[in-house]
């Protein structure tokens, strides 16, 4: 089987690149025989894919650690769970997922639109086969080929890192993917609207919903990640402005720009030149995330020698794609011309318009923070680099502006907003965000930005809400429903504007818990068994944590032992149960790993370390003198709050996403809107 | 979905200023932003050669904030207190020049000194010559990868 997936490897390059000639020249001679050949070429790199990701997965659970890959990510003991997860535990596995979720799409694509849409279709293969093909390059040339034999057969594997062994680390890494690579399938229908010339909204209209879908795919895979961090990496946070997750963090923002843009487009006309550029962007920021998430570029240059060939092809790759796409859009820029003007400042288009650049702006600064010390070293010979606190310091007020415009955007008139349209829609909001904002400063608190940030919330919650009841309100009246029913139907009839209503309160929910990190306390004492640990919560209560010693278990599963710090934990002097958090030696890794204990409720979190032990061989021995541990003790208000409102970014983004059932006649929405201005989402 | 909005006759001039506008101000916004953000919270990304020699040259740089990041020498590491490590580090290109670090604070699982481990530690270098660090976070090359050539041994 995995001979067979190496061969498959071999045969898919000539493969993708024949369909992509095929494509490109069947689409500019007008062959249908060829185009249909270069879809042929989508579908057999798809097989071919399948089997060489097959042939991996079954060198993993067949433990064949001859192979390089499998002796770097797994051995015996590991879980089968694991072993298939292996695919992509590391850099080249994680190529061949790529290319693999890839061709799906690119499948997908090309049979969903056999008998539609044929004036775009060669041009879309063509470009997909051609980033198939570039991906199968990297596999094969790069040395990064996951079929590369040992010179020697060693007895067992490295095992993967225990840090990986955790349930999200296995579903974040692929949901990241699928969203990176369903971003191809909008960018290839941009390149056929381009050669084509057919410049009008349709190509948004065709991959709108793949635009979603890989939103869908790249806000659930951040979220996952961050839950990670939480639970895995012991030190209470989820983000910490690593290249790693800024990498991941760089398409989403251009993504999410894009999606509120084509809006724009689509009801006036405009922005024709800043979406091309967006989508092109996004997908280049895609690729890159792809390339660095897997390497170590950003943190040692000059190290891995290896990785200096993958970074050329990459940036070769990536150089080559900005220079077709700005001569392709500077060749279009006639069919590009905007059909509207922006008339005011106080408009929803100059709303949009404002989003767009903040998120741009946002993504600018986290790449620039990212490369710096890749920008200094080469500017200035030496290397100068900016942490958390810049990233911080910058994104805050950034974020703010973003979490007013989320109110302002979606219920300020088209054009030229009237005062009356002002007043009806912001009066009521903006006194609520005010009034909350006072209410927590009236109750002493001197937290300016978290203030601002519960203000601006309130804001956006109470126009999201005045939205869907003034909806609801006015369909019982005219349909004669009941409250439920109209709900029901209000969102079921324009899915893509309460579907993003409801990603809001989603994101809403997600700043509230940013501005909630404010609030954090920790404190860190070393103890012995019958000491207490005392914590307040900025909700007024107290923790007290007494320690009660380490307890051990020998040989437990692949584990060699299992230390337990053993704490018992009361509320205001109310029991309210017990924490661990553990020292655990596997059988495969030479270093102690630590989890951390967790005591969630819907409001705060309290977060234990077990940070070091003073004499750890005699504390796993259970020696009663050996019991002094130091243990960091934190709680982290509003923190559940993120995977709360990730949930409901889900729901809402899936309310937006779901196919509808036949088209609905424009006139059945338009009369049940609450008003004029409103309704032409 | 619904109606397009009727396209009202459109004043032909003034509406693409208004984009450029928007353009250029948020630009300045984020350069101000960028700008007084690096300033405020850079630090120096060193070897621990490039340190030595910094600090040779103007021992006021002991009050810089520095990153510096090495090889950390087998063996070295030791406890000084209850969670309070001490170790060394050299740099990767040459090995005779050393660091030692002093890091009152959890080390990172991955931090483990009988293995290849490459560490940037942050903070600033004392008066006494011993680097005290604030931060101490580990790299692996590509992140949690073992080099499977280790096996052949």
Known sequence: ?681 | MTEHPTTAPAPKKGGGGRFFVGLVGVTLVVTYLIWTGVTETMVYYLTPTELMARVQEDPTFREMGVKVSGQLVKGSWQRIGPNHHRFEITDLEDPQSVVTIEYADGLPDTFNDQADVEVVAEGRLRDDGVFEATLVLTKCGSRYEAAPEDLAG
């Not at chain 1, 769970?81 to 799409?105: D, M, N, P």
């Open chain 1, 1 to 681: 089987m995995t001979l067979l997936g190496e061969i498959a490897l071999w045969v898919a390059l000539p493969v993708a690149l024949w369909g992509t000639v095929l494509s490109f020249v069947g689409g500019r001679q007008d062959r249908g025989d060829l185009v249909l050949s270069g879809e042929r070429a989508v579908h057999a790199v798809f097989a071919l894919l399948l089997v060489v990701s097959a042939g991996i997965i079954a060198a993993f659970l067949g433990d064949r650690f001859e192979y390089w890959y499998v002796a770097s990510y797994s051995n015996r003991d590991l879980d089968t769970y694991y072993k298939i997860s292996g695919l992509w535990a590391g850099q080249r596995g994680s190529l061949v997922f790529w290319a693999l979720l890839l061709s799906l799409f690119s499948s997908i694509t090309v049979f969903g639109n056999r008998f539609k849409n044929r004036e775009f279709m060669p041009y879309v293969t063509g470009t997909l086969l051609a980033i198939s093909s570039f991906f199968l390059i990297v596999l094969l040339f790069a040395n990064v080929n996951p079929f590369e034999r040992l010179d020697f057969l060693p007895a067992d594997g490295q095992g993967l890192n225990p840090q990986l062994q955790n349930y999200w680390m296995t579903i974040h890494p692929p949901t990241l993917y699928l969203g990176f690579t369903a971003f191809t399938v909008p960018f290839a229908f941009a390149i056929s609207a381009l050669l084509t010339g057919r410049l009008d909204a349709r190509w948004l209209v065709l991959t709108r919903r793949w635009i979603l879908l890989s939103w869908f795919f790249l806000t659930n895979g951040i979220v996952f990640g961050m839950r990670w961090a939480y639970e895995e990496l012991g030190w209470g946070g989820y983000w910490f402005w690593d290249p790693v997750e800024n990498a991941s963090l760089l398409p989403w923002l251009t993504a999410t720009a894009f999606l509120h843009s084509i809006q724009i487009q689509e009801n006036r006309g405009m922005l024709k030149v800043w979406n091309m550029g967006l989508v092109t962007l996004t997908f280049l920021l895609t690729v890159f995330a792809t390339f660095l998430t897997r390497s170590g570029l950003i943190e040692s240059v000059h190290t891995f020698a290896q990785e200096l060939t993958i970074a050329v092809i990459f940036l070769t790759f990536m150089g080559l794609l900005t220079i077709i796409c700005t001569v392709l859009i500077v060749w279009r820029w006639p069919l590009l011309k905007t059909e509207n003007q922006i008339q005011s400042f106080v408009s929803r288009e100059s709303a949009f318009l404002f989003n767009n650049l903040i998120f741009l702006g946002a993504a600018f600064t986290v790449l620039w923070g990212t490369l710096l010390p890749l920008i200094t070293e080469g500017l200035m010979g030496e290397k100068i680099a900016v942490g958390p606190p810049f990233f911080n310091r910058v994104n805050i007020p950034i974020g703010l502006a973003l979490l007013a415009l989320m109110g302002i955007g979606p219920v300020i008139a088209w054009r030229r907003a009237s005062t009356r349209n002002l007043r009806k829609n912001f009066l009521f909001p903006m006194l609520f965000g005010i009034g909350v904002f006072a209410a927590f400063a009236v109750a002493g608190s001197r937290q300016w930005m978290a203030l601002t940030t519960f203000g601006l919330s309130a804001f956006v919650l109470a126009i999201v809400f005045v939205e869907f009841w003034k909806g609801t309100r006015a369909r019982a009246r005219i349909e004669g429903e009941g409250a439920a029913r109209a709900f029901y139907h209000l969102v079921a009839r324009n899915r893509r504007r309460w579907g993003g209503y409801i990603v809001h309160v989603g994101v809403v929910m997600i700043f509230t818990a940013f501005a909630g990190e404010a609030f954090d306390d920790e404190i860190t004492q070393t103890v012995n068994p019958g000491d207490q640990i005392l914590i307040s919560s900025p909700f007024g209560h107290d923790y007290t944590l007494e320690y009660q010693g380490v307890s051990t278990t020998l040989r437990t599963g692949n584990m060699a032992w299992q230390a337990m710090a053993f704490l018992t934990v009361s509320k205001n002097g109310r029991p309210v149960g017990t924490m661990t958090s553990e020292k655990r030696m596997y059988f495969t890794w030479e270093a102690p790993v630590t989890e951390v204990g967790i005591l969630s409720s819907p409001l705060e979190d309290l977060y234990v370390i077990f940070e070091d032990a003073e004499d750890l061989a005699g504390a796993v021995q259970n020696e009663a003198g050996s019991q002094q541990v130091t243990l960091e003790v934190q709680v982290n208000p509003l923190v559940g709050w993120i995977w709360y409102g990730g949930l409901i970014m889900t729901i809402g983004s899936l309310i937006a996403i779901w196919p509808s059932r036949g088209s609905i006649p424009a006139t059945s929405v338009a009369h049940v809107e609450p008003e004029p201005a409103a309704a032409a989402v």
